[in-house]
């Protein structure tokens, strides 16, 4: 079957995306809504965003809003007054929403800003979605979640005190070649699930924040191995009941003193389905994600890069491959107008912050399996 870019626009279109993944959050209420051209939800007015950290992955968020139709960009925090005007200038925000972060808190007195999307390291994502939540606008807040299971137990508090909603950045969520795995699955076109491989990584550059375990959390686990693990529950329904796991550091030149540099990790699932997943910070590593059935396979390779995703499978014998003529900032697109939806329309998101709790839980369950303190 060849499916074609219409085909994918409209598979990621949120009301669908919704319809073929019942499972990849059991919470989620069903979604009613239109769905204008471009796949974004159509709702009224548009979900004014404060972007909050103006780094790469701001980068890429702020076109896939400007290609929706119900968000926009109408505030920016940064450290950097020179780089926030000359991104205010593109995307026509006032001077007077630009903020510092010493003075973040008086967003809570423009009316322009509905929403933050907080794009910060992983160890300021609490504070400030807290702190987003006090002024009284919705956060949006990349993954992982935070640091340790606390810090997510209270953004997940506060929000709710606030009375706002809170999503966490999973883009593959919402992206149309992961749902379309997750129908196969659900379909039985590959018989029951027996076992998954998955892996994510990057030769990281000596430098990096990342390499900060006061910034980052931990080492690739909390930052590309995340998507193997939230795959993995997303393809088989599941949670967890079994983790065991190894780390190590093999390359002794100075940026591994803080966070490790590999992770191995097998996760055993109720139903049986076992999972083995690899992630590490010392060499290219292609996020894909692999699953075998009893009745054939489904392989995604590239799965969670931001374009020129491709699923193959055998089906029972009847092949498929399916390349997704998607490019960035699509995902990005998709991402921001579900969250607007949910902002306008009152319903919860698709990946609420309890969906990046659990995977901080199951994150701290691997680092004591594999002897990492957290
Ligand atoms: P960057 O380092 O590129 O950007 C982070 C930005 O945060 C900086 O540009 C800076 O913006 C601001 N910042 C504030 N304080 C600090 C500090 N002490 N050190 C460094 N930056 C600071 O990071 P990324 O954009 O790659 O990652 C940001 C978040 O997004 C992370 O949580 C990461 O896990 C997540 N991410 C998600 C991806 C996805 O596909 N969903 C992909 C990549 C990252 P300013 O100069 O404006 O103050």
Redesign the pocket.
Known sequence: MTWTRRDFARLGAMGVAAHLAPQINAQAPERKTGVSTDGSPSVGSKTGYAVI??????SHFMPGVRLTTNSQITGLV???RD??DRIAAEYGVPQNSIYS?DNFDEIANNKTIDAVYV????S??AEYTIRAAKAGKHVLC???MATNVAECQAMIAACKAANVKLMI?Y?CHYEPTNLRAIQLIRSGAIGQVQAIESAFGFDIAPGE?RLSKK?AGGGPLF?VGIYSLNACRYLTGEEPNRIAAFSSVIDRDGRFNEVEENVGWTMKFPSGIVASCNTTYGGSMEGYFRVHGAKGWIDVNPAFIYEGLHLRADCDGKPIDEPNPARDPSQFQAEAGHFSHCVQSGVEPQSPGEEGLRDLSYITMIYRSAGIAI
């Open positions: 950290g103006l780094g790469r992955i701001a940064s450290g950097h780089k926030a972060y794009a910060l390291p992983n300021m994502h990349e993954k992982p950045a883009r924040w910034m930052d």
